[in-house]
């Protein structure tokens, strides 16, 4: 807060200057989408006010209609895309990269399923999903008990999203497939076309647990593409390697045709040299792979799941919720391309 002076009288250019006292920030966007502290002057009544009418709050109002009323419907892809949301390193946005993609592909016209394979159930609680122990549950679908049908529920935030729920009895799931046959591919079987073909789903999306466990190896093996999403932080980028590595395994003995198709930066911070050395380097090395679009740090964001919502539901206007949109909208213009190639 700043004071600035005052004269009680308009200045020549329509703005009332003010003595003693605090003058409104609000927060703009740096680089890359990064929150800066940017000084917001409030138009006097009958001047600048009326002739321009913008205001931080109406700016953000704008954004939300555009959010929850969008007159873009995105294209769909030229076949299904069954996509695996991993990293073995923790708090890097997985699950909240998982829940507000589908989210925003959902509320364009897309259908989307995500499937909860944290034992955590964190995308079931973003997605406001009962993962209550003894609700129909990916457990099951992977031990066999129920289909993928009986599995999926209705997200309350758009008809277009379902989810399959991760409850507590999936934390013991990775000891009880170690004596499966096909242990590694229990939820390709799960995921089958002709259990897909019941929901239709454009897009599948995996949230994984922060491992490299068997529940990771499952969705590698059932999924056609990768999705990384990275912090821009030193250590997230020292595990990369290792889960590009198991990402070579799964491909030499399990699933040939899965790659790398899409990784997005998470959690930039623009007033950190960090950030910027981070971003510079993973686009250095994987190019177009990486989405254009990053995600900046934001509490909008954060506070979300407490509400069993996505940042879309919670606040459509916030930066956090502009940002996945756009990284959703560069997802679905690359399926359609694909397609089209």
């Known amino acids: 807060m700043h004071p600035e002076r005052q ?55 704008e954004r939300a209609a555009r959010v929850l009323h969008p007159d873009l419907i995105l294209p769909r892809p030229a076949h299904r895309r069954v996509m695996t949301i991993a990293n073995q390193k923790g708090g890097v946005g997985k699950t909240t990269t998982a829940v507000n993609v589908a989210a925003a592909l959902a509320l364009h016209g897309l259908k989307v399923l995500v499937v909860d394979l944290d034992p955590q159930g964190n995308a079931s609680t973003a997605l406001g999903v009962d993962h209550r122990s003894g609700t129909p549950s990916v457990y099951e679908v992977l031990i066999g008990e129920i289909s993928l049908a009986d599995a999926a529920a209705v997200s309350d935030q758009s008809d277009n999203l379902f989810c399959v729920p991760a409850t507590i009895d999936l934390a013991g799931a990775e000891i009880e497939l170690v004596s499966m046959i096909n242990r590694e591919s229990r939820l390709k079987e799960a995921l089958s076309a002709e259990a897909l073909d019941q929901l239709q789903p454009d897009y599948v999306l995996i ?46 003995h399990l699933n040939p045709r899965l790659s790398v198709s899409t990784i997005l930066l998470t959690m930039y911070d623009g007033r950190t040299k960090l950030a910027d050395q981070v971003t510079a380097e993973v686009r250095g090395h994987f190019g177009d792979t990486v989405l254009k679009t990053v995600i900046p740090r934001s509490v909008k964001v954060s506070e979300a799941p407490g509400f069993g919502q996505t940042v879309l539901a919670y606040d459509p206007g916030s930066r956090g919720a502009m940002s996945y949109l756009d990284a959703a909208r560069e997802v679905a213009e690359r399926g359609a391309q694909e397609g089209a190639t």
């Open 207 to 252: 949230d994984c647990p922060p491992s490299l466990g068997l529940l990771t190896v499952n969705a590698m093996v059932a999924a056609q593409e990768i999705f990384i999403p990275i912090q821009c932080e030193y250590y997230a980028l020292e595990g990369l390697g290792q889960l590009l590595r198991n990402i070579e395994l799964v491909q030499a």
């Open 7 to 61: 004269t009680g009288a308009p200045g020549r250019d329509g703005w009332e200057r003010t003595q003693d006292v605090p003058r409104e920030t609000s927060t703009g966007r740096g680089r890359h989408g990064a929150p800066d502290d940017v000084e917001v002057r409030r138009p006097v009544n009958g001047t600048a006010g009326e002739e321009g009418g913008w205001t931080p709050i109406a700016e953000e109002a």
